[in-house]
Structure formats: structure tokens, C-alpha cells
T-cell receptor, first 116, second 112 residues
Framework: EAQVTQNPRYLITVTGKKLTVTCSQNMNHEYMSWYRQDPGLGLRQIYYSMNVEVTDKGDVPEGYKVSRKEKRNFPLILESPSPNQTSLYFC???????????????FGNGTRLTVT | QQPVQSPQAVILREGEDAVINCSSS?????VHWYRQKHGEAPVFLMI?????EQKGHEKISASFNEKKQQSSLYLTASQLSYSGTYFC?????????????FGGGTRLMVKP
């Protein structure tokens, strides 16, 4: 089944304790992205990757890191989480990020992170 | 800058119609529409490209007015299954790699 898989689904941690949220897709998509969702603010892009070893900042990258060493995986790293990073996080992938393709985003099931 | 969606919330009776609007301050290449049910991931509905085309998905259709940088989502004869939050995502003409910038969402509740 074609899907985007995120883990974990729920995570409660304390301020400053490094964590990683994993994301994997099995559709051979070139483009992957991380979003955070907060009430009233919709989905805001954190980082995206056009292809392996190519990553770039989105609208709200502060406090986050990513890597794209393999095509299928795009982990989100919080080196020193803070309470303002408490949010619902979504990973998404698309066939391509290039304008001419206009391919839709496929979302994972989300990770609800609480930082105390 | 995020596109602005209106209304923020709407309550319908089954069978009624609704329109959700999405407005951007940037020149747009395309508009995407997604629906998110409570506790689930957003699901793709349709893409509209500049050129004013209109698309449909079941009894849901949309239009894109590139001169006004606006898109509207039309839900006809709403069903209970239409309940959820609708997001528009816009792709600006000068912003190829950033993919989509999403609006704040419109919560739709359809009651029996």
C-alpha cells in the first residue's frame, strides 16, 4: 500500500531532550516536507527536500533540523525542544516539487508532540 | 504569507450548499484543496492551475480566478461525510521549491 509513515504517533518529552520524528514513504517520491499544525494557523512548512541531499527551509524552520540521506526517509530532529514546539506534525511527500508537475501531497498520519 | 480563507467555520444541514473562499496576495501558479477529518491526515481533493479552470470531485467543485488570486470551493447538496476542515494551499509563480503555503482552514460541520 502506498503510504507515508510517521513515528511515533504521540510523544511527550521535556524541554531540552533531543528527539527525532521519523518519516518514510514507499512511493519513490522526490519531494518530502514537514509541516506543523496549530489551531487557527493551518499547516505551516518547516523544512522541505526536493531530492536526496537537497533540503531547504520553509516558513518556520527555527529549532528544527532535517536530513535526506535516502530517498524514502526524511527525519525531523529537534535538538533542544521547547514548549512552543508543542504541536501536531505532519510529514508529506509528492512525486515532484517542480512547478510543471503540480503533483498532490500525500500526508502521514501525524505526530502529536508535547514538550513540558 | 499565508492565503486567507473565509469563512473560518460554517455549519450546514444535510443537503445545503456552501462556498469556501481562498485569497492570496501573491500571483499564483496553482491552488490545491485538501480536506482533513478530525484526528486524521489531510487528504487531497483537487488542483487548479492558473487559467481559471474549474474542477470537480463528487459534488465538490472549485474555481480559480487568477486575476483576483482567489479560489473558491463549492460544496453542493452537502453530505454528513463532508464534515471536516478544508485547507487551500497556494503555489506562487516565483516560488517553485517551497511547494504549498496553506491557509488557516475552514471548519465545516454538516448536521442531519
Amino acid at each position: 500500500e502506498a503510504q507515508v509513515t510517521q513515528n511515533p504517533r504521540y510523544l511527550i518529552t521535556v524541554t531540552g531532550k533531543k528527539l527525532t520524528v521519523t518519516c518514510s514513504q514507499n512511493m519513490n517520491h522526490e519531494y518530502m516536507s514537514w509541516y506543523r499544525q496549530d489551531p487557527g494557523l493551518g499547516l505551516r512548512q518547516i523544512y522541505y527536500s526536493m531530492n536526496v541531499e537537497v533540503t531547504d527551509k520553509g516558513d518556520v524552520p527555527e529549532g528544527y533540523k532535517v536530513s535526506r540521506k535516502e530517498k524514502r526517509n526524511f527525519p525531523l530532529i529537534l535538538e533542544s525542544p521547547s514548549p512552543n514546539q508543542t504541536s501536531l506534525y505532519f510529514c508529506a511527500s509528492s512525486l515532484s516539487g517542480q512547478v510543471i508537475y503540480n503533483s498532490p501531497l500525500h500526508f502521514g498520519n501525524g505526530t502529536r508532540l508535547t514538550v513540558t | 504569507q499565508q492565503p486567507v480563507q473565509s469563512p473560518q467555520a460554517v455549519i450546514l444541514r444535510e443537503g445545503e450548499d456552501a462556498v469556501i473562499n481562498c485569497s492570496s496576495s501573491k500571483a499564483l501558479y496553482s491552488v490545491h484543496w485538501y480536506r482533513q477529518k478530525h484526528g486524521e491526515a489531510p487528504v487531497f481533493l483537487m488542483i487548479l492551475l492558473k487559467g481559471g479552470e474549474q474542477k470537480g470531485h463528487e459534488k465538490i467543485s472549485a474555481s480559480f480566478n487568477e486575476k483576483k488570486q482567489q479560489s473558491s470551493l463549492y460544496l453542493t447538496a452537502s453530505q454528513l461525510s463532508y464534515s471536516g476542515t478544508y485547507f487551500c494551499g497556494t503555489k506562487a509563480l516565483n516560488n517553485a521549491g517551497n511547494m504549498l503555503t496553506f491557509g488557516g482552514g475552514t471548519r465545516l460541520m454538516v448536521k442531519p
